[in-house]
């Protein structure tokens, strides 16, 4: 399973990275075109790894770009077609350049490279060229034959008739998924999991009959193959060494095999051996191995996931795109999460709530966050921010999952939306910008980790309670009791006793963002004439309000409006402090005692209705800014230093590359596949 930032909330937008780090400039923003925007991530402590860690991230790098074809192919069988033939009009033509045509043909390269294909990576609706077909067809003609990607045999005309109409006709391969029930969403799909003749019944037929219901330990049934018809027969053509995809898979074996030379211990060996032996036979029982294995690989620095993992490209969830991901652990939040943990009972004997609804005895909740190395195939350009894999069911139950956090990509998303504009528009004053600027990362991951590794685990219900009395308003209580938690402690002394911050002030960056979000920015996600409807939002909205609201007479915290913006103002921030702890007691007094009344009436009044002046303002605010609804990454380069006598000492990262540049230079390095694969 994937977490993307379209579920993340801003104010939970990043984990580790301390004060004194990335004192040097980097350029999060890369560029932006139709409604992306292309970011860069730093791998950060890359040089704390050693030699032959570096070596193995570097093995496993090469693994992970060798399959960026397969996924382009899954993804429309047309993709690899219309992206060679793009790109080698990109390179070769020798038109005119400065029309609106070759601009939109730009533009539309781009968005090829991005949604690895012609279907939006987000809505999975096929985006239109905004050139005419005549420019096309022009620029495909008057190029080299030999750079056009025809079947063989094929002349320049056919192939024109043949795609054209996949990259111009709006209702040919319409949506990559569709999940319109009325429909028969395997027809109505445009990926190429299945032979265009496969109907949905056939699939599902096929499939319920490999099943055997009393099977305790089932593999994931064709998880890893195209189901295609032969003379009327249904038949897998499974991904494999050998099988479908073999030129970029046995790239990928080559690449695995060359990293267990390099692994970490006897375990993280196993576990590549394992993936090796899965792709040189498709058999999903060696996959199931694997990911045991790998569950059991929790001592490594070094991780990776490399294979046909998730299943969301597929209406019937049947099929799972290839994807990969190479990362590390990320040490500086493992040390705090450690510091936490060591003072877990501290925090929970010294919090504002009644002693009645403290735990006598906490433990922290140890949780992982990683750095990313590399993002591949369905990974990449848009990422996820955590994974917790293997989706298995029984293999969670019975050995368990990974869940991580990735830290290197939630601080590029907060670092470059901070230089967006985002922090000159709607925070009021100098000194809290000037706070926010000097302390916002720093005290946003103090606060998820306050909220994860305490928060969630303090408190504790009185004997009887019933576990899900508060129903509906459960999650929204329960991340405000996390929030809350996180809130206080972090205006505390012990921060500094603690080691955990170095300025007295620097809280008062987390309790300005905090305030500004639930009051007023958030509402920029949410539609015009909406209600606030997602759990951590209404906590947030629920937190900032009231204790405006209780605040209001020793005006601790104000709204403001000038030249027609709203913006706030907090004068008392030790008073603010105090406010949290109140509504912390309350709220775990509420959790404690399952008060399922006050959790409804708290929210009703607080978190849920939005004052539509306000909302259209800051709507209007926000789209200035021009800040561009999806993300997506760049990937830094490594490069292999050698000495004179050929030794390798050293693995070099670097992060100048662009985006066009690296897309080119993956699709001549790393694409053995051929352009047709059916
Ligand atoms: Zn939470």
């Known amino acids: 399973m994937k977490q993307t930032v379209y579920m993340m909330m801003t104010a939970l937008l990043c984990f580790a990275c301390s004060g004194e780090k990335n004192t040097t400039t980097f350029d999060y923003n890369v560029e932006k075109f139709a409604d992306l925007g ?118 320049v005309d056919a192939f024109l008739t043949e795609i054209t109409p996949v990259l111009f006709d709006a209702d040919k391969y319409a949506k990559k998924v569709n999940q319109d029930s009325r429909l028969d969403v395997i027809v109505a799909s445009a990926n190429n999991y299945y032979g265009e003749d496969v109907t949905q019944k056939e699939v599902e037929t096929f499939y319920n009959t490999l099943k055997k219901t009393n099977d305790p330990t089932p593999v994931p049934y064709g998880l890893n193959s195209r189901l295609v018809k032969k003379n009327g027969q249904l038949t897998e053509e499974v991904y494999k060494v050998g099988g479908l995809y073999s030129a970029a898979i046995a790239k990928i074996v080559y690449w695995l095999e060359e990293a267990t030379q390099y692994a970490e211990n006897d375990q993280q060996k196993t576990v590549i051996n394992r993936l090796v032996e899965y792709y040189k036979t498709g058999d999903l029982k060696k996959y199931d191995e694997y990911s045991i294995e790998w569950v059991h690989d929790t001592h490594s620095l070094v991780d990776f996931i490399n294979g046909f993992t998730e299943t969301y490209g597929d209406a019937l969830s049947i099929k799972a795109s290839w994807e990969s991901l190479v990362n590390f652990k990320d040490l500086r939040s493992e040390a705090l999460s450690k510091i936490l943990g060591e003072n877990a009972q501290w925090f929970e004997d010294h919090s504002p709530v009644d002693p009645q609804f ?108 019933d576990r899900d009395g508060l129903k509906v308003y459960s999650s929204t209580i329960e991340e405000s009791r996390a929030d809350l938690f996180g809130l206080y402690y972090i205006g505390d002394p012990k921060m500094l006793e603690l080691g955990l911050l170095d300025n007295p002030e620097a809280y008062k960056a987390q309790y300005y963002k905090y305030m500004m979000n639930g009051l007023l920015t958030q509402l920029s996600r949410i539609e015009t004439g909406k209600d606030i409807e997602e759990a951590h939002m209404r906590n947030r909205a629920l937190i900032a309000r009231w204790v405006l609201d209780h605040g209001q007479e020793d005006r601790v915290v104000e709204l403001k409006k000038e030249n027609g913006k709203t913006y706030v103002v907090i004068n008392d921030y030790v008073k603010l402090r105090a406010l949290f702890g109140e509504l912390l007691a309350e709220v775990q007094r509420i959790r404690s005692e399952g008060d399922f009344k006050s959790a409804q009436m708290l929210i009703e009044t607080y978190a849920v209705k939005i004052d539509l002046e306000l909302h259209k303002e800051i709507k209007e605010r926000y789209d200035k800014l021009g800040i561009a609804p999806y993300k997506g990454f760049v990937n830094p380069v490594y490069e292999v230093v050698k000495d004179k006598e050929g030794n390798i000492t050293n693995i070099k990262v670097s992060y100048t590359e662009g985006y066009t540049e690296q897309m080119l230079r993956y699709s001549k390095t790393y694409s053995g596949l051929p352009t047709y694969n059916d």
């Not at 960026?68 to 047309?78: A, G, H, K, S, V």
């Not at 050139?131 to 094929?154: M, N, Y």
């Not at 005895?361 to 966050?369: A, H, Q």
């Not at 990683?370 to 996820?384: H, K, N, S, V």
């Open 358 to 465: 403290k735990k006598k005895e906490v433990k922290g909740i140890t949780f992982k966050t990683i750095t990313a190395a590399i993002l591949g195939g369905d990974c990449y350009p848009a990422t996820p921010i955590g994974i917790n894999l293997p989706n298995s069911h029984w293999i969670r139950k019975e050995v368990g999952s990974k869940s991580v956090t990735i830290t290197n990509i939630t601080e590029a998303y907060d670092k470059a939306a901070a230089g967006s504009g985002f922090t000159d528009e709607f925070v009021c004053c100098a000194a809290e910008k000037e706070l926010m600027k000097k302390y916002s990362s720093q005290t946003d991951n103090l606060h998820t980790d306050l909220h994860e590794c305490l928060g969630h685990a303090s408190g504790q219900l009185l004997p009887g309670v």
């Open 38 to 155: 292309i970011l860069r991530y730093q791998v950060t402590d890359w040089d704390s790894l050693s030699l032959n860690q570096k070596q193995l991230v570097y093995c496993l790098t090469e693994a992970a770009l060798h399959g960026r074809d397969i996924l382009f192919d899954q993804n429309n069988r047309y993709n690899l077609a219309i992206r060679r033939t793009l790109e080698a009009i990109y390179e070769n033509y020798q038109g005119d350049k400065t029309t609106p045509d070759y601009e939109q043909f730009v533009v539309y390269l781009k968005r090829v490279w991005f949604s690895n294909g012609i279907h939006h990576h987000y809505g999975e609706e096929k985006f239109l060229p905004g050139f005419s077909e005549a420019f096309f067809a022009d620029a495909v003609q008057s190029l080299e034959p030999s750079l056009i990607p025809v079947r063989e045999g094929q002349s």
